[in-house]
């Protein structure tokens, strides 16, 4: 597959591609140019043929409101479209739209196969800000209702996530990017459980059902 990837800048700068590779194939990355690349992976048994994903390919997603301080979009890489061709694999790429914000709220996990309330999936998130000396912070609470776990994170920072409900949030004055990954242990559709304390908030953000729906 030739010439993947049209940004220059950075992760702002136009739209994502990539290339998927069948589980157990082996896979040469050539760059003609400075790049930057980001590998996801998810266990999967099965064979599915190698394929390009390319801008006009991205499944976009828009929510919520400067209001609720909950603007984002989504791209998703591997989404909906992609559905039949790549086991249990998401990837897309999630911004705050405007400067500061939430994202991953009202707080949701996906840590246990319980259908049809929830599914087990793995998540890992890279992050990038802008300007690239912003930073953030990464909750993890893994009971409702009980103190959890916050974290800095900076220009670079990866979370791995596989229990918990896990918003974060970007300072004011900065926008915030990830990247992330989800692998499904037994289907690939994404079936979030909301925290209960929370989860009245669905609606009161503009779109963020037509964001859940999309995570197929």
């Known amino acids: 597959f030739a010439g993947i990837g049209q940004r220059r800048a950075n992760?702002?700068?136009?739209?994502?591609?990539?290339?998927?590779?069948?589980?157990g194939a082996p896979a040469t990355i050539t760059c003609t140019a400075k790049a930057e690349v980001f590998i996801a992976g998810a266990q999967f048994g099965e064979y599915r043929?190698?394929?390009?994903?390319?801008?006009?390919?991205?499944?976009?997603?828009?929510?919520?409101?400067?209001?609720?301080?909950?603007?984002?979009?989504?791209?998703?890489?591997?989404?909906q479209?992609?559905?039949?061709?790549?086991g249990r694999l998401l990837v897309s790429e999630l911004f705050t739209v405007?400067?500061?914000?939430?994202?991953?709220?009202?707080?949701?996990?996906?840590?246990?196969?319980r259908l049809p309330d929830e599914t087990r999936h793995d998540e890992t998130y890279n992050f990038r800000f802008k300007p690239n000396y912003g930073s953030g912070v990464q909750m993890l609470q893994r009971e409702d209702n009980k103190p959890g776990d916050a974290y800095h994170i900076m220009d670079g920072s990866t979370i791995c996530l596989d229990k918990g409900y896990?918003?974060?949030?970007?300072?004011?004055?900065?926008?915030?990017?990830?990247?992330?990954?989800?692998?499904?242990?037994?289907?690939?559709s994404l079936k979030q459980y909301f925290q209960p304390t929370h989860a009245a908030q669905l609606h009161t953000i503009p779109g963020i059902m037509d964001m859940v729906a999309k995570f197929k």
């Open 166 to 188: 896990h918003p974060c949030c970007v300072l004011p004055g900065y926008e915030m990017y990830y990247f992330t990954i989800l692998g499904g242990l037994s289907q690939r």
């Open 49 to 79: 043929p190698a394929f390009a994903a390319r801008a006009a390919d991205i499944d976009p997603v828009q929510y919520g409101s400067d209001d609720t301080k909950t603007h984002r979009k989504i791209k998703h890489i591997l989404g």
């Open 98 to 113: 405007g400067q500061g914000g939430w994202s991953g709220f009202p707080s949701h996990k996906h840590d246990t196969d």
């Open 11 to 23: 992760v702002w700068d136009g739209e994502p591609e990539g290339v998927y590779v069948p589980s």
């Open 81 to 86: 479209q992609q559905a039949d061709k790549v």
